[in-house]
T-cell receptor, first 111, second 113 residues
Framework: GQQVMQIPQYQHVQEGEDFTTYCNSS?????IQWYKQRPGGHPVFLIQLVKSGEVKKQKRLTFQFGEAKKNSSLHITATQTTDVGTYFC???????????FGTGTRLTIIP | DAGITQSPRHKVTETGTPVTLRCHQT?????MYWYRQDPGHGLRLIHYSYGVKDTDKGEVSDGYSVSRSKTEDFLLTLESATSSQTSVYFCAIGTGGINEKLFFGSGTQLSVL
């Protein structure tokens, strides 16, 4: 079946260090979305990328969509305690509009 | 946050009992979804609805049924709860389409003993 894997599953970083999570799909995605879930909270939409090779930035966050539209990454520069949470990628497969979510990367920050 | 309310927020029940979770929206979105969240699996789609009385299965639909009699309400029913259905359940709403983004409710923590 269609699968979206994320690595790493967990990441512990010192405050101020950079963080990257990678999202890999078994098949081509029509777009990729990223969501953030704070501890005890619910997923919240961050961004959507649609074009092959697209790069978008939100302050310290940089999102990339791969050329083959099968992978994506989220990079956070100089992490802060507010970045704590689990980051999910999600994408609809061509021919199926429903989102398939990645397994998530849980980020913890060591002050 | 979008107007989505899930009830109850927490529930403990026994194996074999029926359980119904409710999702209520005030956004008039056509699409509504039920996901379950488990460690190592991310969010997995159980069922979704694309209109009143229009529903379809997701990837983990076995043991679950849904109903949508009004645009604003989407019910998830576990006919006979099992311990494997212990999970956090999230309702989400969306406008549909290939570029749809989802808005999630606060979730229901369900424990089946």
């Amino acid at each position: 079946g269609q699968q979206v894997m994320q690595i790493p599953q967990y990441q512990h970083v010192q405050e101020g260090e950079d963080f990257t999570t990678y999202c890999n799909s078994s098949t081509t995605l029509s777009n990729i979305q990223w969501y953030k879930q704070r501890p005890g909270g619910h997923p919240v939409f961050l961004i959507q990328l649609v074009k092959s090779g697209e790069v978008k930035k939100q302050k310290r966050l940089t999102f990339q969509f791969g050329e083959a539209k099968k992978n994506s990454s989220l990079h956070i520069t100089a992490t802060q305690t507010t970045d704590v949470g689990t980051y999910f990628c999600a994408g609809p497969y061509f021919g199926n509009e429903k989102l398939t979510f990645g397994t998530g990367t849980r980020l913890t920050i060591i002050p | 946050d979008a107007g989505i309310t899930q009830s109850p927020r927490h529930k403990v029940t026994e194996t074999g009992t029926p359980v119904t979770l409710r999702c209520h929206q005030t956004e008039n979105h056509r699409y509504m979804y039920w996901y379950r969240q488990d460690p190592g699996h991310g969010l997995r789609l159980i069922h979704y609805s694309y209109g009143v009385k229009d529903t379809d299965k997701g990837e983990v639909s076995d043991g679950y049924s849904v109903s949508r009699s009004k645009t604003e309400d989407f019910l998830l029913t576990l006919e006979s709860a099992t311990s494997s259905q212990t999970s956090v359940y999230f309702c989400a709403i969306g406008t549909g389409g290939i570029n749809e983004k989802l808005f999630f409710g606060s979730g229901t923590q369900l424990s089946v003993l």
